[in-house]
């Protein structure tokens, strides 16, 4: 089974500035993918950056990186240059190979202060 | 664009009522999810389906059911609802190429059972 832990129910951050979210997970898989999504407030939730497990090199998008940690199983994401519209509960998730189903963590709200 | 539509942003059933969720996708993906979103629980997997009129349960399936007669079309049924059903339902559609594919959102169910 999996599991993914999010630490931090809420965080903030003033505009502009660097943020670091916390996620751990565990799985027995050797083959597995990450994500983290982004849920706006009354908005649709969507993808923000994946990373394979077998892939060394962290992902990055934009202003959006992780730190992918796989000794430690940990998988935190970073935001940089932070925007008022990154205001939003974000979501880690796990899932195994190809199989179908996806662990997500508990969330962590996110506000970006003016 | 990927688009899920959902049949309400917001219901309110009586206790007993048979309630259905109904969920849209237009990009022909096989895999098709329903998540139930309580704060503090993260999203919770009540149902997947791989292909049309196939189905698992994924977490939490008890109280629901599901059905899948066409593929672009997933429902969510209660059969009786009950008050701790109250909760915002997601549906999710995702291709099939196995666990790199991201899901894709509907905006969401807010589910009131009095």
């Known amino acids: 089974a999996q599991t993914v832990t999010q630490s931090q129910p809420e965080m903030s951050v003033q505009e502009a500035e660097t943020v670091t979210l916390s996620c751990t997970y565990d799985?027995?898989?050797?083959?597995?993918?990450l994500f983290w999504y982004k849920q706006p407030p009354s908005r649709q939730m969507i993808l923000v950056i994946r990373q394979e497990a077998y892939k060394q090199q962290n992902a990055t998008e934009n202003r959006f990186s992780v730190n992918f940690q796989k000794a430690a199983k940990s998988f935190s994401l970073k935001i940089s240059d932070s925007q008022l519209g990154d205001t939003a509960m974000y979501f880690c998730?796990?899932?195994?190979?190809?199989?179908?189903?996806?662990?997500f963590g508990i969330g962590t709200k996110l506000q970006v202060i003016p | 664009d990927v688009k899920v539509t959902q049949s309400s942003r917001y219901l309110v059933k009586r206790t007993g009522e048979k309630v259905f969720l109904e969920c849209v996708q237009d990009?022909?993906?096989?895999?098709m999810f329903w998540y139930r979103q309580d704060p503090g629980l993260g999203l919770r997997l009540i149902y997947f389906?791989?292909?049309?009129?196939?189905?698992e349960k994924g977490d939490i399936p008890e109280g629901y059911s599901v059905s899948r007669e066409k593929k672009e079309r997933f429902s969510l049924i209660l059969e009786s609802a009950s008050t701790n059903q109250t909760s915002m339902y997601l549906c999710?559609?995702?291709?099939?190429?196995?666990?790199?594919?991201?899901?894709?959102f509907g905006p969401g169910t807010r589910l009131t059972v009095l």
């Open positions: 389906s791989y292909d049309v009129k196939m189905k």
């Open positions: 990009m022909d993906h096989e895999n």
């Open positions: 799985t027995s898989e050797s083959n597995y993918y």
């Open positions: 999710a559609s995702r291709g099939s190429r196995g666990g790199w594919n991201t899901q894709y």
């Open positions: 998730a796990s899932n195994s190979g190809g199989y179908q189903k996806v662990t």
